[in-house]
Every structure is written in C-alpha cells, then in structure tokens.
C-alpha cells in the first residue's frame, strides 16, 4: 500500500491561488500521495482572522511538519515586517535553501548554471532588532558609542551566533555531501564586521575541519558579486548569513534566467516549508497567465525531502522538458499557454 504524507497546502494571496492550484495537480501526477491541509494566510485574510498568519496555520505546520507554500503578501500599514519572516521565525526554520541551475529553454546571459544558496534564515539583521531615531534605546546606544555613531540615528542590531552559524554551515555541508557537490564557499564581510561576521568564519573553519572530503573557501560578499557575474562556474554550494544571502539568491537567480524558475526551502530541525522564491505579483491575479515552475520545482524539493527521490527527479524532468519545447510555456518563457495549460503539458509529461 502506498504511503499518505500529510502536508499543509498553504495557496498564498494574488497569483498564489493559481499556481498552488497548477503546483498541486502536478504533484498528485507523479503518483505520490497527498492528503492536503489547506490552510489560509497573507494580505486577503486579515478581514476574517484579523491577523495576515492565523494561528490554525501555524499549527497545521507544526503537526505536519512539511507545507508547500504560495507567495503571500506581506500587508502595509501592520505590525508584520514580512509574513514569510515571521512564518519562519515561528517555525525557527533557520536554513533557506535556494538552488539555481541552468534550465535549456529558458533565456539567460548564462549557461551551465549549477549553483546552491544556503542562508541562515532567523539572524544577522533580519532579526528585526531595531530602535528608532530619538528613542532612549538608540540614544544610549549613540552614547555607548562614544562617538562613533552620528547625533539622532536609528540603530540596526546584527546579531551572529556561534550556534546559529554552526547549524548553518553544517547544514550546507551535509547537504553537500547528500548531492554530490564538492564545494562549500562561506561568504560575509568579515575583513569590517570582525566580530559578527568575523564569528561567522570562525565557526565555518571549525565545521569545515569535520568534512576533510569537500573543499571549503571563503569569499568577502562585494568580491562574491563579481566572482559571480564573471565566473560563476568556479562555485557550488555557498553559505552565508542572512542579509547576505537574500542578496546572492537573487543575483543567482538572475544567472538562470529570473525568480520564476528559481525554487525555495525552508528547513528547521524536524520542519520543512517549501515556496517559490518570488512574490505574490496581485496585478496578475486571476489572468491565469504566470509561470508555475518557480512553485513546481519546490515541490520537487519537497518529494526529495519526503524520500520519493525518484519522483522528485521525474518531475524536475518533466517540467524542463516542456520549458525546453518551448510550446506549451507561459508567455515569460515565449509562450502563450496560461499557467493551467502549462500545468497539463507538465502533467502529459509525466504520464509518458
């Protein structure tokens, strides 16, 4: 008999709807079974729960444990910085996991693109320690200071720990060892921030030490950039915190051909959330026009995750197949198919 995984199913807000839609009937193609427990978050809800993150969503995660998520939309005017900062900060899923790879089909600058962001999630600046100009605390801290910090600025707390870096680097590691890669590169700014960031390598040097078999590196984060944009190919698996990482995912993303083919995870100690990388773009809802592939390659990483390996492979090969065809593909990939009929070409796919 074949085994039900339960997973919370949350569709997101503007486009979410739609590709969550398309994402869930290609997964149920592969054969794999879902027993889905939908749940509703984002900008569209706070009329019914009064809060962008209900807690009945939360909790779905908790018991599940695996969610496959839509982009949400973070509202204005909140006490939320970014509903997907505080599902993950709720969650403590302190990896993201964000790999780019070279899809043919797909217009880019660039080639042969096989590259893995791994970002520490819950640290650095993203903590959300901040204190506004004239408050006492941004004061006393101006005065501690001694100078350093000009009369009237709001200050940004970054914290780096030494066991939120390990977990991060361990992560990266073992993922490295788990798909192959021969190569983990840590990235910060340490040669300024020396003892954040300077933490940050200190700790990656003695959990490197534990993994003789990968080559382990560093690069300072301006450098990254332009190592990046002229010579990606010399990189595989990077690791960096936070701020950091938000912006070489992006950047990377940009090397394959844009977010809407770049997949996402999040990953704690026993919970794991799937999601596509890019928002939730509500001028195009309900057109039926966006590109699914961003969510659907998530999904592959989530039956990756949940062990049906062999399926996650036949998706991710039925989903490029059709991005190489190039006919049944929504219009950012020079198509004219909508995201359902795209959806269906991926689904014929899989059923050959």
Known sequence: MSKVYNVTLIPGDGIGQEISEATRRVVEATGVKINWDVQEAGADVIEKYGTPLPEAVLASVRKNKVALKGPLTTPIGTGFRSVNVALRKELDLYTCLRPCRSIVGVKSYYKDIDLVVVRENTED??????????????EAIITQAKGKIRPGAAISIKPISREGSRQ????AFNYAIKHKRRKVTAVTKANIMKYTDGLFFDVAREVAK????IE???????????QLVQKPHL?????LPNLYGDIIS????????????APGANFGRDTAVFEAVHGSAPKYKGQNKVNPTALILSAALMLDYLGETEKSLALYQAVTDVIGEGKDVTY????????SQMADAIIKKLGK
Do not use: H, W
């Not at 990189?235 to 690791?239: G, I, K, S």
């Open 250 to 261: 992006d950047l990377c993303a940009g090397l394959i051909g844009g977010l809407g083919i």
């Open 168 to 171: 991060i680097v361990e992560f």
């Open 125 to 138: 600046l993203y903590a959300g320690v901040e204190y506004a100009s004239g408050s006492p605390e941004a």
């Open 332 to 339: 950012d990939l020079g198509g004219k198919a909508g995201t």
């Open 210 to 213: 534990q993994y003789p078999n």
């Open 216 to 226: 382990y590196e560093e690069r300072l984060i301006d450098n990254m950039c332009m």
């Open 235 to 239: 990189y595989d698996v990077m690791v």
